[in-house]
């Protein structure tokens, strides 16, 4: 996994007064990962560039491959203002570098008119150029993060859509939220001139790696189901929301899985039915098409009255009895997305916060629970889901448009629910389930308004 910050000027600075980088050399290497991410078969590069150090970037990098295309040129809509801007362009017209007044649909784009300390609304020249530039079919590249996207990674009005986004020096939040998603791209982080060890520092946010999924793969030859755990998946008014829970569960090694009703009915063949919670149980997974039918004293059986750790996902999260679970017991992986994360965060005391307020602070709010509630793990799902522990936070970012379909929440509530059954911990599960729900969605192969719960897991089965 890799380190992300909610901001880096501390780390720029600790450059400065403890390993004696100058400005100049940081802006040199921030270049340098700017050309690395130009495709190999470009002609001509446009690239914007503003007044301050992040146009400066932009304006270094002119400099340094101005030979090495057939045209390079720069546009300064606003001039240059800080004293490295103003350095760099000296530097880039004594090479030559062409400085034009107008943009063009060059091979490649390059955006660096305002960096991650961007925090206002664009004004009306900047929009002008921000939309110019995306009707563009060019290659497009932001520098830093694209203009438009504020330091929260919200977009008020509009942002360049970068194919890839060169970060300087470290990951931050601001590219992972869900509204950059569509305008980051690729996101590639250069270095500044110091090993990472030596920039970074430390931080409780994480990106996760496809190397940070821990498959079930089983290894012990002399064995027998019962070695691979046993779950029970409550289902409720909507059976085949646990049905679909349940067989992703089964597919994803747990070595038995029961569904548990009321009254006795038709499961697929490989799995198990009954009305009362199995006495081998080893975990249980609740929520997903349960309904509201239920009252307190049923419900307190699967999820108080033992020790055994559960995941409750879906209608859960509107239920009364949810704040006491919460205060009860630790062994606990909640699933919600964000109307559902709402619900939770009024029932748990946070107050009456709106779906926009989470999704404009998705890591602040995640942040807060965690800190209240640091033993369970909380799996906000999302564009690029986050999963939280102990005050970290890991952010899940393979997910895709693929996903948007009814059922796909259920798998993934299946897969982790597995994973716990099979003993794993609780925040070893959500990572792992979700990275394994996510990877199945990216290699699905067909259309992808086509996706259904089966080839999920399907797909999971073939990682």
Not at 84 to 91: D, F, H, N, T, V
Not at 95 to 102: A, F, Q, S, Y
Not at 241 to 250: M, R, S, V
């Amino acid at each position: 996994m890799k380190s992300v910050y909610k901001e880096v000027s501390s780390l720029d600075q600790k450059c400065y007064e403890i390993y004696h980088l100058s400005e100049d050399l940081l802006m040199e290497h921030a270049a340098i990962g700017l050309k690395n991410a130009i495709p190999d078969n470009a002609k001509n590069i446009l690239i914007v560039s503003g007044p301050g150090n992040n146009g400066a970037d932009g304006i270094a990098l002119a400099r340094m491959i101005q030979t090495e295309y057939e045209r390079v040129v720069l546009f300064l809509p606003y001039g240059v203002k800080s004293k490295m801007a103003k350095i760099q362009l000296e530097r880039a017209q004594s090479v030559g570098i062409e400085v034009v007044d107008k943009i063009f649909e060059a091979d490649v784009v390059i955006d660096a008119i305002f960096g991650s300390g961007f925090n206002r609304e664009l004004d009306e020249q900047t929009l002008q150029i921000i939309q110019t530039l995306n009707s563009y079919e060019s290659y497009k590249i932001a520098c830093d993060i694209s203009t438009g996207i504020d330091i929260f990674g919200n977009i008020k009005q509009s942002a360049f859509i970068a194919d890839t986004t060169v970060t300087m020096g470290a990951r931050k939040i601001a590219l992972y939220s869900d509204m950059a998603k569509d305008y980051a791209g690729d996101i590639l982080c250069a270095n500044l001139g110091v090993n990472d060890a030596l920039y970074e520092d430390k931080t409780d946010i994480f990106l996760l790696e496809k190397e940070d999924l821990k498959l079930p793969k089983r290894t012990q030859k002399n064995c027998h189901k019962g070695n691979f755990g046993h779950l029970n998946v409550i289902a409720g008014k909507k059976v085949g929301a646990g049905i679909i829970a349940a067989k992703a569960a089964y597919a994803f090694g747990a070595g038995l899985v029961t569904v548990i009703e009321n009254e006795p009915y038709s499961v697929p063949y490989e799995l198990m039915s009954s009305t009362t919670l199995s006495t081998n149980a080893t975990a249980i997974c609740m929520g997903m098409g349960l309904g509201n039918q239920y009252d307190n004293s049923y419900l307190s059986k699967f999820l108080i009255y033992h020790d055994l750790p559960v995941l409750i996902d879906a209608d859960l999260f509107y239920h009364t009895i949810l704040k006491e679970v919460l205060d009860t017991k630790k062994e606990l992986v909640l699933t919600p997305h964000p109307k559902e994360f709402a619900s939770l965060l009024k029932i748990t005391g946070f107050g009456n916060i709106s779906v926009s307020q989470i999704q404009e602070d998705r890591f602040g709010w995640v942040e807060k629970f965690s800190i209240k509630y640091p033993d369970l793990v909380l799996v906000l799902k999302g564009a690029n889901t986050l999963i939280s522990h102990q005050g970290k936070i890991y952010i899940q970012s393979f997910g895709s448009n693929v996903l948007s379909k009814g059922g796909s929440g259920d798998v993934l509530g299946g897969l982790i629910a597995s994973l716990l059954a099979q003993g794993y911990s609780l925040l070893d599960a959500a990572i792992s389930g979700s990275i394994a729900h996510a990877l199945s969605a990216k290699n699905f192969s067909k259309n992808n308004y086509a996706l259904t719960p089966h080839d999920l897991i399907e797909g999971v089965q073939c990682l």
